[in-house]
């Protein structure tokens, strides 16, 4: 309830003006609002602060995560150097051949054409050619080998079967690696006397067979009969090629 000031009549606590005389009451604004208002930068401010502590923290895990990063690429490891591929300027035909021996006698395969490098670079006036020579022809069987592929084509002959509308190949392959190979796919070109290509197969063909679906041992030759499939009838010459294979376990 609300008491008018001037004539003391007492009124509603809504009211606007006194019933008795008349006056008008001054209503204040309500303190919720002020509340509400107050509730609402409390918010805004809570939230400013938990952004700019994510932002501090972000910026302490970036420096943190830079510095692992230099640390990492400045690690011992990543300071190893590879060797010069040529002798080192002003050395001796003597010094190096001694390098060249040291370089043969490590196991990577790097390591000794490295050598054969070196031992290359030795003058034919040099005392120490003809030694340098007797090493690089005693190391010529391993680098024949390492020139190999892993899978050798030997030997490829082919003829027609089927009334002449077939292409029959016998092929003989070798596995230079030390692991069991197989499913070896292959493509093959048949031309004319013309020398225009008439028929495309194995891998190249539309249809038709492109795997021969085999294994070779490490280390061993075999030699398999492929059907390749329905060929020109002016089909003359032709090539076998090696595509693809697999370790087979």
Known sequence: MIQ?????????????????????????PLPTKKKSSFTTLIIVLSVLGLC?????????????????ETQTNTSPSA?????????????????????????LA???????????QYLGSIPNNAPEYKEAQSLIA????????????????????????????????????????????????FKTEYTS???????RGGTDALLGKDTIQKVIPPKQTRTFEVNDGFISDEADTASFEIVSWREVQ
């Open 4 to 28: 008018c000031p001037q004539c003391r009549t007492t009124n509603q606590s809504d009211a606007r003006f006194c019933s008795g005389c008349g006056v008008g009451f001054t209503v204040a």
């Open 52 to 68: 700019g502590l994510c932002g501090i923290f972000g910026a302490i895990g970036n420096k943190q995560n830079k510095a692992i």
């Open 79 to 103: 300071l190893i150097s590879t060797p010069n591929q040529t002798p080192k300027p002003g050395q001796t035909s003597g010094q190096i051949l001694a390098d060249a021996k040291n370089l």
């Open 106 to 116: 490590k196991p990577d395969l790097n390591s000794k054409d490295l050598a054969i």
């Open 138 to 185: 005693k190391d010529a069987p391993r680098r024949a080998e390492a020139a190999r592929p892993e899978l050798e084509k030997i030997k490829a002959v082919w003829k027609k079967g089927g009334f002449g509308s077939i292409g029959v190949w016998t092929v003989t392959i070798r596995n230079n690696t030390n692991k069991t190979l197989g499913d070896i796919k």
């Open 193 to 199: 006397e013309s020398g225009n290509v008439v028929t």
